[in-house]
């Protein structure tokens, strides 16, 4: 099951005719392609992906039957009724490969096993006040075995590896944690990839957390509807992706979208105003200080993470704090690239999320926009799941998919 990612990629929708090429690079290259075009359509034809590749029928029936073979594509029942031969559909098979993924998060840690059309298989969860290696290391070590078991042996063999998604830099965020004086010290020289390795199955990559929330959105979510959008994911603190031409911009670090650090203008409670970064107003950690204020413990919110129902009236005044922020950060992006769409999504219930996208459209509305192109403003469809699913994907991806190409290559 372990297929080497390529390095060069020939393009977005041309397969590779092996001019002058290595074979097995084009082989791999084109299954790659293959598995991709039917991730994203749903079920493919053989004649369907010729005509999507330009390969012509025979090598694509090569190519798929190969992959059938391999127990990466189901067959689904013939469709009658055409002019020719009966046409037979393929999908994904979502026993076909499996990948683990680990979220770490300021408040709460997930590991995941997914299946290879996005099914979580199983999730075990942890909460703390703050993420600390040591402790988090132990949780994987306790939670890895019985997430695998979850699999019969002969499945077992089809883990592909190991994805991270976490925050960079977590030591900068001690006080807006309120964690003691120098508790996350410990992530300064902390290599999480190289320490997880010794307990999961390899190979193990890590990805800024935002940003595998947003590979998620594009491979497995509404997010292949656009060609390009602004991805804004909300947890304790704010994030983000970018996605251009279909295909996720990780930037020169791996930190493109880093949406937090801009700046908006907030109003204070006398009436005046400021500038802060977004991630002072539109991040869940200040609506844990919110709930704190009247006496309600912010944890409570990662402890039910999937009904805040008792807690509308501080949610609500959270919504309109962040949906102004929200609103001035959308028109900045779109002042450099006239994006098609806005996504937004989080770490809440749906009705929260749902509320926080209608309450920004409007508070967009409201701004001067002269010399903008219009977007979309929408909700994401992955939801809390988004960060974990896009952990897990990375193994998948890196070895089945082209989306994440970029993110791999030496």
Excluded at 244 to 249: I, V
């Amino acid at each position: 099951m372990q297929r080497s990612p390529l390095k060069d990629d020939p393009g977005p929708v041309h397969a590779a005719h092996g001019r002058g090429t290595n074979q097995t690079g084009v082989r791999l290259y084109n299954e790659r392609l293959i598995l991709s075009l039917i991730r994203r359509h749903g079920r493919l034809t053989k004649v369907d992906i010729a005509r999507l590749t330009g390969l012509s029928l025979q090598t694509t029936t090569v190519v798929m039957n190969r992959l059938e073979a391999d127990g990466l594509l189901l067959a689904g029942e013939r469709q009658r009724g055409r002019i020719g031969q009966p046409a037979v559909p393929y999908s994904l098979n979502p026993d076909g490969a499996y990948g683990l993924g680990m979220v770490v998060g300021r408040r709460a840690c997930e590991l995941v096993l997914m299946d290879f059309v996005a099914g979580v298989r199983r999730r075990e969860r942890l909460t703390y006040p703050y993420p600390l290696p040591d402790a988090l290391i132990a949780f994987a070590g306790s939670t890895l075995p019985d997430l695998i078991a979850t699999l019969p042996p002969s499945a077992q063999a089809r883990i592909c590896g190991t994805g991270i998604a976490m925050p960079f830099e977590l030591w900068n965020w001690e006080e807006v944690l309120e964690a003691p004086k120098d508790a996350l010290a410990g992530w300064h020289d902390f290599d999480m990839a190289a320490e997880l390795s010794r307990i999961a199955p390899g190979p193990v990559r890590v990805m800024n957390d935002a940003t595998a929330a947003c590979a998620a959105e594009l491979t497995f979510g509404g997010g292949s509807a656009y060609r390009d959008f602004a991805y804004f994911y909300i947890a304790t603190f704010i994030g983000g992706g970018i996605v251009l031409n279909g295909s996720l911009f990780p930037g020169r670090s791996g930190n493109a979208g880093a949406f937090g650090s801009m700046p908006v203008v907030a109003r204070g409670p006398g009436g005046g105003a400021g500038v802060q970064q977004l991630i002072r107003s539109a991040s869940l950690y200040r609506l844990e200080r919110q709930l704190g204020a009247i006496g309600i413990a912010g944890s409570q919110l990662w402890e039910q993470p999937d009904d805040w129902t008792r807690f509308s009236a501080p949610v609500d005044a959270w919504i309109e704090e962040a949906a102004e922020g929200l609103a001035q950060a959308i028109a900045s992006c779109l002042a450099v690239v006239d994006f098609e769409a806005m996504v937004i999504d989080g770490a809440f219930p749906a009705p929260v999320r749902d509320k926080l996208v209608k309450r920004t459209a409007a508070a967009f509305a409201r701004l001067d926009r002269q010399g903008l192109t219009e977007t979309r403003i929408v909700a994401g469809t992955m939801g809390r799941a988004a960060r974990a699913i896009g952990g897990a994907a990375l193994p998948l991806l890196d070895t089945f998919g082209r989306d994440l190409d970029v993110l791999f290559k030496d």
